[in-house]
């Protein structure tokens, strides 16, 4: 859901040899949402403004300071809604500390491409994890409804990272959207709630909080179906059967 942007190269770069595991090699990043040419040029004046002791893994755990302020913000809403205002902050440091960690490695090369691959996605799959069960135990989704969005982001994630072995690719968005776009709408749909308040059931027991999310997760379903066989096609060609002589 909210993958990172790791401590990875640029997609002109070299491809990663996929059937050596290895191997150091950056692999190619394909990051096409509307947006990121304008949060580009933002995080590259932020890296060239950032002090010399912040480091990538100081970025790193600032993130996850975020992600664990969104996740109280959800909770503690069931005390009152106004703590959502701090899971709207914890969206915005989440942010900051995912999308500079690699990017300040980059800005001053001092990559490290399995350690950052490893700590960025291991982070990026445990504030997922929070933010979304967080959503779940806020006074405005049903648990079971966010857990479905849950695991489309998980397929969605594994599809990622077997794209990495498989074609050497990894894929930061899809639809023209990626992790920024998505936590723009995550703190829209939290104003929302702020602003509506607990909504009554539309559907059998299900509000207008739970349709939204059940349909975000229904959709990563889906696109994981579509990439999958997407994928395995390109594969098929790239790697036909080997045929037994005679």
């Not at 509506?196 to 909080?209: K, V």
Request: charged share 15%; with cysteine; proline share 5%.
């Amino acid at each position: 859901m909210l993958a990172g942007q790791g401590a990875w190269p640029e997609k002109n770069s070299m491809k990663i040899d996929p059937t050596d595991n290895r191997s150091n090699a950056p692999i190619e990043r394909i990051q096409d949402n509307m947006i990121a040419r304008v949060e580009r040029r933002a995080l590259n004046r932020l890296c060239a403004g950032m002090p010399p002791w912040a480091t990538p893994d100081m970025l790193t755990l600032v993130g996850m300071i975020g992600a664990l302020f969104v996740f109280g913000g959800y909770v503690a809403s069931n005390i009152h809604p106004g703590w959502l205002l701090l899971s709207i902050a914890g969206y915005v440091i989440h942010w900051f500390g995912d999308s500079l960690d690699g990017s300040l490695a980059r800005f001053r090369k001092i990559e490290r491409p399995r350690y950052g691959y490893f700590l960025d996605h291991s982070c990026d799959g445990f504030a997922t994890v929070l933010l979304v069960v967080g959503i779940g135990i806020s006074p405005y989704v049903q648990m079971e409804v966010a857990l479905i969005a849950l695991v489309g982001y998980l397929l969605m994630s594994i599809h990622a990272f077997l794209s990495v072995r498989v074609l050497g690719e990894l894929r930061l968005s899809y639809m023209n959207a990626g992790p920024t776009e998505l936590r723009l709408v995550l703190i829209g749909l939290t104003l929302a709630m702020l602003v509506a308040g607990r909504e009554n059931a539309i559907f059998f027991q299900l509000n207008g909080f739970d349709l939204f999310v059940g349909s975000v997760g229904i959709l990563l379903i889906t696109l994981f179906v579509v990439q999958t066989a997407k994928t395995a096609r390109r594969l098929s060609i790239e790697d036909p059967p080997i045929r037994p002589k005679g």
